[in-house]
């Protein structure tokens, strides 16, 4: 679906919105996503909450409306599996958005550690955060938060264990565990936890024995 502006012939134009906008003949189910992406500069002229497609295009609000979040928010009808563009986009607006049950932690765990880490305390929850994928963005961005979400069980060491080496080296003593560091990280111990090497050279020693 196609809008042709009439003066410069681009799609969807901006610039002109008066001369190709019709409220009444717009095709918003196929092409609500254009008007968050290209026209959001004229929102209030646009904004229907109920003719918008909130299925595909929750996430186009957050990325490109995020000015105008009281408006369009709606928590009702904003689709929860577009919720790391919450956290990601609308941050600042995370007190009006944040509701534990709905937000998807499978889809976006990783947002909300990096993007809201000052939101930490609000949003934390050991039993529902993603793991798997999301240990990375705990040790990135969170790590002062070191001493409230640090779980060596759940903690994924195969995929993240350079991430503590790397961000969380003043925390060395409480989670260095060489049954559990993974040996393909050992240059960001090399690299980033020199002081502690007594503490790991024993674990150079395995990997390189065991290469
Ligand atoms: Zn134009």
Known sequence: MTYICPICRANFCSKHCDAWWNPDTFNYERSSWSLATHCSDHFDKWWNPNKYNWRDSSWRLAKYCCTYFDKWWNPNKYNWRDSYALAEYCHDHFDKWWDENKFDWEAGSRE????????????????????????????????????????????????????????????????????????????????????????????????????
């Open 112 to 211: 909300l550690a990096k993007y809201c880490s000052n939101h930490f305390d609000k949003w934390w929850n050991p039993t529902r955060y993603e793991w798997l994928f999301s240990s990375t963005a705990l040790a990135q961005y969170c790590s002062q938060y070191f001493d409230k979400w640090w779980d060596e069980n759940k903690f994924n060491w195969q995929n993240a264990s350079w991430t503590l080496a790397k961000y969380c080296y003043m925390y060395f003593d409480k989670w260095w565990n060489p049954e559990k560091y993974n040996a393909r990280y050992i240059a960001h111990l090399e690299q980033y936890c020199a002081e502690y090497q007594a503490k790991w050279t024993s674990l150079k020693l395995y990997a390189s024995l065991t290469a």
